[in-house]
């Protein structure tokens, strides 16, 4: 009742000062694929965002595995750094990081050190979240310890001034029983608050995109429950404004092709040439299948955010 109650007073003050409400989003134009595993000579590639950097680069951030199977070995996933000057075409440079996996990069309001990178490595058998900090967006230091239980696909930092938020997944009693987190630290990694947890069975991927100060967009991929087998997947779209999250029509699925048997949506909008686009991976294959063969993809797909 108090959350109800809270959120009809934020809703009549943003529309008294003219702020413009998401009613849905849309993506009218078939995808394009700027990458798959093979261009860059990879077993897979995996849970991947895209960042314009200061100097107007396009840097792709994502994990790969060069040579040994995902069945075999899931944490010999690194963490990769591409660069393009159109974003369309990328160009592999270095590997920012060693057995790491599910995470992302975004930029900051700290003129010192602008970037910022979550993700999950392996402690004691445990899959622990840590934030690490960069002055130039390759050498990551000084990690901070978020999460030392289970969190992982999708981990997304949205960041808000002197905050950032992030979402990830949360694994609940069950398998197949998972949900988004959100929660907001300081720029420094410092818990604000408990973490809260969104409503709805079987997330599989989170991801999150941030549309305005006001606005993020949550793309959850729904694995084993549309159609009834563990092959299909299939994608909604949320509003989140502040911690009130409601669904939103969304023409996505439409976009993705019978081949496709597992989708990730990548966290982040990325803006080019004026246009918004939303950055996807998408698998020949799920983790519950042999990789060999395994094509892994990259692509952009433009978005259309629809006010009222």
């Known amino acids: 009742m108090k959350k109800s109650f809270l959120f009809c007073l934020l809703a009549v003050a943003f529309c008294a000062c003219g702020t413009k409400t998401i009613v849905g989003v849309s993506f009218p134009e078939a995808p394009v694929e700027i990458l798959s595993n093979g261009d860059f000579g990879m077993r897979l590639i995996n849970y991947f965002n895209i960042l314009q950097a200061p100097d107007g680069t396009y840097r ?11 069945a075999e070995d899931e944490w010999s996933q ?3 750094l591409a660069e393009s000057s159109d974003g369309f075409h990328y160009e592999l440079k270095t590997k920012i990081m060693d057995s790491l996996i599910e995470s992302s990069v975004c930029l900051v309001e700290d003129k010192d050190w602008p970037y910022r990178l979550v993700g999950n490595q392996k402690v ?3 899959h622990c979240m840590f934030l690490w900090r960069s002055k130039d967006g390759i050498e990551f230091v000084d990690p901070k310890l978020l999460y030392d239980f289970k969190h992982d696909t999708q981990n997304v930092l949205v960041p808000r001034g002197d ?3 992030l979402y990830s997944r949360q694994t609940q009693e069950h398998f197949q029983n998972r949900r988004v987190t959100i929660a907001d630290f300081t720029l420094d990694g410092e818990a604000l608050g408990e973490p809260e947890i969104m409503a709805g069975d079987c997330l599989y991927n989170s991801a999150a995109s941030k549309v305005d100060e006001r606005y993020d967009l949550l793309f959850p991929t729904y694995y084993n429950t549309h159609g009834g087998t563990t092959d299909d997947c299939w994608l ?3 509003l989140v404004d502040g911690r009130f999250v409601r669904e939103l029509p969304c023409d996505l699925n439409r976009w993705i092709g019978p081949e496709e048997k597992w989708a990730l949506v990548a966290p982040g909008f990325i803006f080019i040439e004026g246009e918004r686009y939303l950055a996807y991976g998408s698998r020949t294959m799920s983790h ?3 990789d060999e063969g395994m094509i892994s993809r990259y692509k952009l797909v433009k978005a259309v955010v629809e006010y009222e």
């Open 60 to 70: 792709m951030y994502f994990s790969g595995n060069e040579k040994s199977s995902i």
């Open 78 to 80: 690194n963490l990769y």
């Open 124 to 126: 004691d058998g445990k």
């Open 163 to 165: 905050r950032m938020t």
């Open 236 to 238: 909604r779209t949320y």
């Open 288 to 290: 519950d299948h042999s």
